[in-house]
């Protein structure tokens, strides 16, 4: 059941990505803890699937542990480039790098 959830998530976050000319200019903060914006990450150029997730959120944390299984093979297959961004406030955001250490995801 997962993978056929993300099938069909993919088809739409590809098929809205690819159906926008510009992507909104949102600020962010890196893993890294610098400051950058949308527009300045993405390339037109290139396909990327962007999932908002948090890190109280059961159903995401399974997603990405889904996609983190497979994402090196759409990385060499597709030359897709996936971004999750968290959703996390401040009261949560000290979770969000303990959370990624601890479960390796590779993906931005």
Known sequence: MLKKYLVVYLFFTFYYLNSQKTVPNIPIETFKSTYTTMNKELDEE???IL???ATWC???KNELDAVAEVYEDWVSETNVAY???SIDDSRTSKRIKPMVNGKDWEFE
């Open 46 to 48: 290139k396909f990327y």
């Open 51 to 53: 999932s908002f997730w």
């Open 58 to 60: 059961v159903p995401c």
């Open 83 to 85: 971004y999750a961004v």
